[in-house]
């Protein structure tokens, strides 16, 4: 199983981005996929996740992103993208997917699966 993120890179504060993680290898419609983020110094923390099929799809975000980045799916079920809009400079983080057959817990960075991480810096 891989995942792979890319999307990643500089950009003022106020603009956009939009991650996007290719997953192979497993039927990812059965697994939640989520994003995390890790700045220097600091724990890896949760953004965003998409839960599996068989729990509706549901989408949760952390209280530091909502209503600024949104998590979604491709039709193919094995891309995961995270549009970041009116980033900010404590946005600066690298950017990590990951999978998981998880139900509750989304939060917590134990998933089974990783991507390699994306960085993305917002500058001031």
């Known amino acids: 199983v891989q995942l792979q993120a890319s999307g990643g890179g500089l950009v003022q504060a106020g603009g956009s981005l939009r991650l996007s993680c290719v997953a192979s290898?497993?039927?990812?419609?059965?697994?939640?996929m989520a994003w995390f983020r890790q700045a220097p110094g600091k724990e890896r923390e949760f953004v965003a996740v998409?839960?599996?099929?068989?729990?509706?799809?549901?989408?949760y975000y952390a209280d530091s992103v909502k209503g600024r980045f949104t998590i979604s799916k491709g039709n193919a079920e094995n891309t995961l993208y995270l549009q970041m809009n009116s980033l900010k400079p404590e946005d600066t983080a690298v950017y990590y997917c990951?999978?998981?057959?998880?139900?509750?817990?989304?939060?917590?960075?134990?998933?089974?699966?990783w991507g390699q991480g994306t960085q993305v810096t917002v500058s001031s």
């Open positions: 990951a999978a998981d057959v998880r139900r509750s817990n989304y939060a917590i960075p134990s998933y089974e699966y």
């Open positions: 290898g497993r039927t990812f419609s059965t697994y939640a």
């Open positions: 998409i839960t599996n099929n068989w729990s509706g799809g549901r989408t």
